[in-house]
């Protein structure tokens, strides 16, 4: 079995509901490393912090090239299964996504991240055509030889899709259509009570995957709800600019230096590296 084989078994053996893989995603080599020096099992990157690392805003304007470039950086950087967030499979077909997910494999990654918005009509791409996309890339995995951890997103309460009571029906109904296609985990970014949690937890036959932040429930709280992985997002991103502006707007306003006390040390930085 290959090192690349071997992280992907562990990576679907991190999935268990109750107690959550919890995925601070990053953007970066520096960031993959401080992640996993922090004790991270595995590591993943959020499509919208790679997406502003390279200069382009999030949703669908990445090209596949930069992102899978970016993809193999991160991979190569750290020695644990890496999943990437790779939006709408940057392609217009199925069988674009299944080129996509190729190249994918050619980088290290053993994850993916697919979801159904898109920037056609209507938020949300068709739940057959989403699925179809989604079975293009579990048979080019499976062409590979490699068993990726295949999350399928659905935006309905990230995007606020239909009516409110209709809202976790249609999530529902949208992601057994996607693990009938292949999809070994469904992400539901958007949606943190625990009563609507707890709920798709139940009723999802596979992982369940929810988006957490400030006035989410905790790791803990989440896990007795029956979830299986938690993502930050683009979460230490935003955190990390915000840290960069701070410290920016200080020196041209005030001449001060005091926001940068709280930094890393060079040294720190640069024993990351230190292979």
């Known amino acids: 079995m290959t ?5 992907a078994e562990l990576l679907h053996s991190l999935h268990r509901p109750g107690t959550p893989l919890v995925l601070a995603n990053v953007w970066d080599a520096a960031g993959a490393r401080l992640v996993a020096g922090a004790g991270a099992p595995a590591i993943a990157t959020a499509s919208a912090s790679v997406s502003w690392t390279l200069g382009v805003p999030d949703g669908h304007r990445l090209d596949r090239a930069r992102a899978l470039a970016q993809t193999a950086l991160i991979a190569g950087a750290v020695d644990l299964p890496v999943t990437a967030d790779l939006e709408h499979g940057f392609a217009d077909t199925a069988d674009g996504v299944a080129e996509t997910v190729t190249e994918l494999l050619a980088t290290g990654a053993v994850g993916v991240n697919l979801e159904d918005s898109w920037s056609g009509p209507g938020p949300l791409r068709p739940a057959d055509d989403a699925a179809e996309r989604i079975a293009a890339a579990r048979r080019a995995a499976d062409t590979a030889g490699v068993r990726l951890f295949l999350n399928a997103r659905t935006d309905v309460f990230l995007l606020g899709v239909g ?22 985990g469904i992400f539901v970014p958007g949606v943190t009570d625990p009563e609507t949690v707890a709920t798709l937890a139940r009723e999802l036959p596979v992982p369940l995957n929810v988006m957490a932040g400030p006035g989410a429930p905790t790791v803990a709280e989440f896990g007795a709800l029956g979830v299986a992985r938690i993502s930050l997002g683009p979460g230490l991103a935003k955190v990390a600019y915000a840290a960069v502006r701070r410290a920016a707007r200080e020196v041209y306003t005030d001449g001060g230096y005091q926001a940068l006390a709280d930094g890393l040390g060079f040294d720190e930085m640069n024993a990351l590296f230190e292979d």
């Open 163 to 184: 009516d409110p009571e209709g809202r976790l029906d249609a999530a529902l109904d949208r992601a057994r259509a996607f693990v009938a296609a292949g999809a070994d």
């Open 3 to 7: 090192t690349q084989h071997r992280k």
